[in-house]
């Protein structure tokens, strides 16, 4: 088992001029399958080769053969720092002019952000304190991290709605911002359309693969007052605008929709806070949707998690000492799939929260990421891997209740672009 301290990072400062202009361009090719994993089966040599018409360079595989001499400092450069965080790329920039020319590359932050997609930990702030800045709990504070954990390089005060795939959006006092605390960039969004309240229902929809330009979109849900619909308004990064969508949705029991939202694998979804219903809206598509989420013992708490190519409801209580009953549902009907009990381990973090702590009063945190499950006790996060039945942990900011607020994180280079406008 691995364990990690909290990060309430005060970390190193990052350049700022991050992305200056590489002297080198490089086509980017599609890999042939199995990633990083490839290189393994292939002897690349501290020396370099030359490719030449009537040798074996057939040998070496498509994406490797692409200049005439290539060292194997030229593979790491090309082929291994698209696979690391954001953090470890700043420190690496440091090795010669070269990596830092390329690091501070457009093309770079677009490898990085579509092949690095681990889980790197969480962004938490308390709702019940609007003065509560966000912190960040990564998961490895030597690899991973950023500049400014509680977002004070944006122009005011905000609270942190929403993430995906390395981005962040936040609520400032009467403005949206859209920023990479990575990178310290940052835009401020128009003003939309329809009024969406102190803590709305908006989440950001970013996919990085075969998005070079890293567009993005921002979808509310915004009930009607005094009606049980719901509307939906989007805004579009490429056109640096809002709209309203032409799909509403008059399925739900009522229509109090918890602040914030999540996306995964094309949908956003909002909790109901008085229902076991989940709205979900197709944002490609723009259609949404109701899913009704199974019934719980009191005290439970589950959220939307990704396992495997499928969007479950993930539940968890702690059976007896360290042992948890992990129970996902799934399918159109969220019916029961799979229940598993898990020894989390008896190590806690060294720190223990004030007051009693309780490992029976436990909460699932929504993950974005494959195959992890993620749970919160009064003094630990537990990162249950199911593929490779690994734990993490990370020690708990504080107990058990409903006014924090976690939103999932990966650290990626992704840009912003009109940044700071």
Known sequence: MACSGIDMLNDESLEEDMYSDSSEFYVAVKPQGGGIDSLAEFDLRTAAYKVEEGN???KYPVEIIMRVNMTIKDVAKRHILPFLPAKSLMKLRAVSKEWNQWIASPL??????????????????????????????????????????????????????????????????????????????????????YYHGSDPAVALAFDPQFNIESFYRVVAAVPVLDNPVVCFEIYCSESDSWRCSPSDCLELENTRLAGGGYYMKGVAYWRNTSSNEVLAFDVKNEIPAVLHLPVLQSGQRGALTQIGDEVCYVTAYNDCGSVFIIDIYGGVDMGLKRSVSVNLGSKKPRTQVLGIPNEKCCEVLPCTVSDTVVIHTDTTIYFYHLRDQKVETLQSPGRVDTDKRFLPYINSLVMVHNAGE
């Open 56 to 58: 074996n360079g057939s």
């Open 108 to 193: 770079l932050a677009y490898n990085q952000s579509s092949t690095f997609q681990k889980l790197s930990g969480y962004f938490y702030q308390r709702l019940d304190n609007v003065d509560d800045p966000p912190i960040l709990l990564s998961l490895h504070r030597s690899a991973i991290g950023v500049p400014s954990p509680s977002l004070r390089f944006l122009p005011v005060k905000v609270k942190v709605l929403s993430s995906s795939s390395g981005l962040l959006l936040c609520q400032g006092k009467d403005s949206y911002y859209v920023c990479n605390p990575a990178t310290k960039d940052w835009k401020k969004l128009p003003p939309p359309q």
